[in-house]
């Protein structure tokens, strides 16, 4: 069995913010906007004006920190209490997955609005949840995809620019954990085999982020929209997300699980890990060294973290890449959804490899 799913509507634009109300009536009156402190000073009177203007009656909730059982729970029951019949995230990866549990546990739509393109979260029914002192936990899924998610550009113009390029990172790795999952047959999101159409869409992700992605970096530089960053919008944020969980990933998504074990690697962004773990599975899969400096180059000229120095551990340890490695290859990993022979050892040596060459094209 092949198998896609989709959220239900997507729109991208400048300006979108303050078209809340008209687009998001459709899903209820009473919509419970789940925000940071950070979404809250910077949005919250736009998004509440948007939202009254158009007869609804919004209610805030505001968290910091981990998408953990706690956090779920409280927002769970700020739903209930409040008696809100929607729920939009309005925020980063964070706070979309936070947002995304109103509609796993109470049933209500999801109206996911991000403020950064930094990751593939936004379209997909995976929720990620972690500890609140940053480890891993693991994901819950709801069973259909966000009801519905809007992208201002100009917001993404105007967030710090680290957050665009993480969002390549995941969006990069899109492509390769696909082709691994259709060799290896893993099953994608959907309990399925992916189909031709979600891997179309990986790979005109990478396509795009490669063709757009340093014009991008320099439109949000200058706190610009212009096509360049649209494309990049779209594949970080829309082809990413239906791609991930239409093909299934593999050994980059694995190996970024691991670098969560590393107290000095907390506070990374999702897509820079990711970044990171692409280029150890692109070790992995045997990509010959003309392959890979162009990889490096790209990484180098948009500005990703390329090595674990790069994401704050100057001089990892073998017992700190083996700690990696191990998580990574844990049972049910996804790492077994690569189609080349996997191993602590293997993934320990992968990750020492990309330190070298990392430090090679410095
Ligand atoms: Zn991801």
Redesign the pocket.
């Known amino acids: 069995m092949i198998a896609i799913g989709f959220t239900q509507i997507y729109r991208q634009g400048a300006g979108l913010l303050d078209r809340l109300g008209e687009t998001s009536a459709m899903f209820g009156r009473k919509p419970l906007v789940v925000t940071d402190s950070f979404g809250r000073a910077a949005f919250g009177a736009r998004v509440d004006a948007a939202l009254t203007t158009a007869g609804l009656s919004p209610e805030f909730f505001e968290h910091s920190g981990e998408v953990s059982p706690q956090a779920i729970e409280a927002v769970v029951a700020a739903a209930r209490d409040k008696a809100c019949d929607f729920a939009m995230g309005l925020g980063g990866g964070k706070i979309l997955d936070l947002s995304k549990a109103v509609k796993l546990l109470l049933g209500l739509p999801v109206v996911v609005v991000p403020t950064v393109a930094s990751?593939?979260?936004p379209t997909s029914r995976v929720i990620v949840t972690y500890n609140p002192d940053g480890t891993f936990i693991g994901p819950r899924f709801l069973d259909r995809n966000p009801d519905a998610v809007f992208v201002d550009t100009e917001v993404i113009a105007k967030a710090p620019v680290r957050f665009l390029i993480a969002g390549m990172g995941?969006a990069l790795?899109t492509h390769f954990e696909a082709r691994q999952c259709l060799a290896s047959g893993a099953q994608n999101f959907f309990a399925g085999r992916p189909t031709q159409t979600a891997l179309a869409l990986a790979e005109l992700c990478y396509n795009l982020v490669r063709r757009h992605g340093e014009a991008a970096v320099q439109a949000v530089r200058a706190q610009m929209v212009n096509d360049d960053l649209e494309r990049i919008v779209e594949a970080n944020v829309l082809l990413?997300g239906l791609g991930?969980e239409g093909c299934g990933?593999a050994g980059a998504?694995a190996v970024s699980q691991g670098f969560t074990l590393i107290p000095e690697l907390h506070g990374r962004l999702?897509?820079e890990e990711?970044a990171v773990g692409l280029l150890a599975q692109l070790v992995l899969e045997g990509r010959d060294q003309a392959f890979m400096a162009d990889m490096f180059g790209f990484y180098r000229r948009v500005g990703l973290p390329a090595s674990l120095a790069d994401l704050g551990l100057a001089k990892p340890t073998p017992a700190q890449l083996e700690t990696i490695a191990a998580f990574a290859c844990r049972p049910k990993s996804r790492m077994y959804n690569m189609a080349v022979p996997v191993s602590v050892e293997r993934t320990q040596a992968a990750l020492a490899r990309v330190e070298e060459l990392a430090a090679a094209t410095l």
């Open positions: 990751n593939d979260a995941d790795a990413s991930f990933v998504h999702h897509g990711v």
